[in-house]
Structures are given as structure tokens and as C-alpha cells.
């Protein structure tokens, strides 16, 4: 489907391509203690510490980093969902069990993934989870996410929202990418929190 002409995308390109930018510039040291930071932050939330599975996802290149949360919330005895990209960009679901249990996977031109290189348990697992964490580039003041463009997580929650399903959903982000306006259409739907390094920050709805 094209997306030409659909109202916000051009600022959305801007905008990504700037907050990409600044990611960019993040240095090994960086990356390292914000995910430290993140992961504490994180594990604070009550949304977590309460869910039997959570839907994650490994980052990779400058993107805030999740291994240290993922392998504190494994072992917690919390269930962990991990994605595997399809060819159609929607995304089907493995449980991970340490980082022995990684694949990295190579799609095409874009970068490389970590996915689960265990069984798969289908598109339709992420509705049993009681949190979503997605990636993101930029929450706004409402809640509304920026996303990198792929339409992955639009999937997601369209699949969330038919099945009934409602699961806290939580961006993880850099404390920089929390800003005033995001660009919106009319399929976007707000998260309920935003974790950064130096705190959370909820959002109108109830989780």
C-alpha cells in the first residue's frame, strides 16, 4: 500500500532523520550507561514487575539498549516475547532464553536483527502479554509515538486491539526524545508510559 500522501508523513521523515542523527553520535560509553539506566528505570515500573509475559525486543546499533532488562526481567521467572520480522514486515513471536537463544538474522539491505532463534509461536502470541515494550524515536507530550517507519508495531497494536487485548504499552527512549509534538495519523494510537534513563512518564490512560 502506498503511503504517499498520507497526512504527517513528510514531518515524520524530518523528524526521524534528525533524532536518527543525534543517535548517531552516541558513543560505546553512552550506550552502555544509558542502557544501565534504562533497565533500572524500567524495572520500577509496577507494569513490569506484575506481568507474567512481556513482549520486548533486542536493540541493536544506537538504539537505547534492552539485553541488561531482558536478562533481569528472564530472570525474574517473567516470560519474554521476542519479534522475528516476516517478509510482509508483520511480526512473529519466540520466547527467549538468554542471549545463547539469539539469531542474527539479515533482512534484505536494512540492518541486522537479534531475533529468537527458537520455535515460532505465531503473530498471535503477543496478545497473551501483559506488556508491550516498543521502540520508538520520539514520544510526545500525549503519548503518541514515532516510530522508525517500518509499520511493524502498527501491526502489533492493531492485532492488540482486535483481540480485546490490553496490555501496558511502554517506549523505551533517550531522555532528549520526549518532545513537544509528534506527528500523528489516524491509525496511531498513544502508549501508556515512556521510560528514559533518568525516569518514566506516564500518560492519560489507565494501564
Given amino acids: 500500500m502506498s503511503h504517499i500522501g498520507r497526512p504527517g508523513e513528510p514531518d515524520k521523515r524530518s523528524l526521524r532523520r534528525d533524532l536518527l542523527a ?8 553512552d550506550l552502555r550507561e544509558t542502557a544501565l539506566a534504562l533497565a533500572r528505570r524500567a524495572l520500577e515500573l509496577p507494569e513490569l514487575a506484575r506481568a507474567g509475559t512481556v513482549a520486548a525486543y533486542v536493540s541493536v546499533g544506537s538504539e537505547p539498549g534492552t539485553r541488561a532488562l531482558l536478562d533481569t526481567l528472564r530472570a525474574r521467572g517473567v516470560r519474554v516475547l521476542l519479534p522475528a ?34 520455535a515460532r509461536l505465531g503473530p ?18 500525549r503519548g503518541m509515538r514515532l516510530g522508525r517507519g517500518g509499520g ?28 513537544g509534538h509528534v506527528p500523528e495519523e ?9 521510560v528514559t534513563p533518568s525516569g518514566v512518564r506516564r500518560f492519560g490512560q489507565e494501564t
Avoid: K
Avoid at 91 to 113: I, K, P
Avoid at 124 to 141: I, Q, R, S
Avoid at 153 to 179: F, H, I, K, N, T
Fill in 186 to 194: 489516524p491509525h496511531d494510537r498513544p502508549v501508556h508510559a515512556v
Fill in 124 to 141: 498471535d502470541a503477543v496478545t497473551a502479554a501483559d506488556a508491550v515494550l516498543l521502540p520508538g524515536l520520539a514520544v510526545d507530550t
Fill in 22 to 29: 543525534v543517535r548517531n553520535r552516541l558513543t560505546a560509553d
Fill in 85 to 118: 520480522l516476516l517478509p510482509d514486515n508483520d511480526l512473529d513471536w519466540g520466547v527467549y532464553e538468554g542471549e545463547g537463544s539469539l539469531a542474527r538474522v539479515q533482512h534484505g539491505g536494512r540492518m541486522a536483527l537479534f531475533e529468537p532463534a527458537g
Fill in 152 to 179: 511493524s508495531y502498527d501491526r502489533v497494536l492493531a492485532r492488540l486491539e482486535r483481540a480485546g487485548s490490553r496490555p501496558s504499552l511502554v517506549v523505551l527512549l533517550y531522555d532528549s526524545e520526549v518532545v
